[in-house]
T-cell receptor, first 114, second 115 residues
């Protein structure tokens, strides 16, 4: 089955700086890679996703890149703000013709220092 | 607000008991996925239902079962509960018309505590 590794587990950055979270996946059949933000006491919130036929996708301050050959994908947050503080999860899926659920990384606790 | 609703928000029960968690997907979504989130295991996929039929199983224990009803709401049944079943249980819904991977939107979760 799919295995997703996520690094770092904790990331502390100054407000206004950029943050980068990296993930690797094992199953070459995976073709969909979403990122979720989870705040305390809430469910994961989809913030951006990328499919295997695209190398990069951007949405305002958030961008995701995918390297299919190396099986790496990364989340980039620029001009970080206090409300960006949360736990971020990467995920992968694509097996079973899309029926399989998401395989998640262990999460990154992002701390924005004022 | 994702549009996915889950009840109850909190559930406290004793070992050996059985509970039912309920999920209503977003309007128009035919797929419901169930996930378990715990400190040691992280977020794990349990089971996927599409339009009333089971589509895929993940790390779901034999003591756990699910179903999706004609109105598309889903229930996750957990029986013979053990202390280790204490966790957050999320459902997510997705359009998934006939295959392929689509965005999954998560509900607020049910926190289960087994004492």
């Amino acid at each position: 089955g799919e295995n997703v590794e996520q690094h770092p587990s904790t990331l502390s950055v100054q407000e206004g700086d950029s943050a980068v979270i990296k993930c690797t996946y094992s199953d070459s059949a995976s073709n969909y890679f979403p990122w979720y933000k989870q705040e305390l006491g809430k469910g994961p919130q989809l913030i951006i996703d990328i499919r295997s036929n695209v190398g990069e996708k951007k949405d305002q301050r958030i961008a995701v890149t995918l390297n299919k050959t190396a099986k790496h994908f990364s989340l980039h947050i620029t001009e970080t703000q206090p409300e960006d503080s949360a736990v971020y999860f990467c995920a992968a899926t694509g097996g079973g013709g899309g029926a399989d659920g998401l395989t998640f990384g262990k999460g990154t606790h992002l701390i924005i220092q004022p | 607000d994702s549009g996915v609703t889950q009840t109850p928000k909190h559930l406290i029960t004793a070992t050996g008991q059985r509970v039912t968690l309920r999920c209503s997907p977003r309007s128009g979504d035919l797929s419901v996925y169930w996930y378990q989130q715990s400190l040691d295991q992280g977020l794990q996929f349990l089971i996927h239902y599409y339009n009333g039929e089971e589509r895929a199983k993940g790390n779901i224990l034999e003591r756990f079962s699910a179903q999706q009803f004609p109105d598309l709401h889903s229930e996750l049944n957990l029986s013979s509960l053990e202390l280790g079943d204490s966790a957050l249980y999320f459902c997510a819904s997705s359009v998934v018309p006939s295959g392929g991977s689509y965005e999954q939107y998560f509900g607020p979760g049910t926190r289960l505590t087994v004492t």
